[in-house]
């Protein structure tokens, strides 16, 4: 099974990414748009695993410090045409992402040492009309609170992600 944690994105910042998804195809860009429920901030990549419950032993012992995570800006990166939105201050998720990652080592884990860059990927496989200047995103603010372990799969074929186990700050839930 292959496992990702992420922050996931609350209704109205989910709202506001759809929006400007139309406003963007409406400008006729076109791409692998990622779908309303799988925008998400992954804050730790495990690949292939045989099982969640170990991850989410570890998840457990990391506190989130409650707070706000401001998307503001467009970034393009990778060689897939891949456009996200990110935070321009991105210490409290950059913060996190370290604790899980240190959670996630001491349990056995060992993770890809890829420098991390907190972003929504908006889309991949991005393709704009000659001479489009992308209009400004909205700023999204993403509760810095949920840390949620997700299987990534494909039913019938479509990208899912699929939450096992999540955890508020305080709380856990199986
Ligand atoms: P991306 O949005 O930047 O593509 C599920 O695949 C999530 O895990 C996606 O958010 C994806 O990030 C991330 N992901 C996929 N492969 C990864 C890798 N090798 N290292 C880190 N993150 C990865």
């Known amino acids: 099974m292959r496992l990702f944690v992420a922050l996931p994105l609350d209704e109205a910042g989910i709202r506001d990414l759809v929006r400007y998804r139309q406003k963007l195809e409406r400008l006729?860009?076109?791409?692998?748009?990622?779908?309303?429920?799988?925008?998400?901030?992954?804050?730790?990549?495990?690949?292939?695993?045989?099982e969640w419950k170990t991850a989410a032993e570890a998840l457990d012992t990391v506190e989130a410090v409650p707070g706000l995570l401001r998307l503001d800006r467009l970034d393009s990166f990778g060689k897939g045409g891949i456009l996200g939105i990110c935070p321009t201050e991105d210490t409290p998720v950059r913060t996190l992402a370290a604790d899980v990652e240190k959670a996630l080592r001491t349990a056995g884990f060992s993770l890809e040492k890829r420098r991390f860059r907190a972003h929504v990927t908006l889309c991949r496989e991005l393709k704009a009309p000659q001479g489009?200047?992308?209009?400004?995103?909205?700023?999204?603010?993403?509760?810095?609170?949920?840390?949620?372990?997700?299987?990534?799969?494909?039913?019938?074929?479509?990208l899912?992600?699929?939450?096992?186990?999540?955890?508020?700050?305080?709380?856990s839930e199986p």
């Open 28 to 50: 006729g860009v076109r791409g692998n748009f990622t779908r309303p429920e799988n925008l998400h901030i992954t804050l730790a990549f495990l690949g292939e695993q045989p």
């Open 132 to 158: 489009c200047v992308l209009p400004p995103p909205p700023a999204v603010e993403v509760p810095v609170e949920e840390i949620v372990l997700f299987l990534s799969h494909r039913p019938k074929g479509q």
């Open 160 to 171: 899912t992600y699929t939450p096992l186990w999540r955890k508020k700050p305080g709380a």
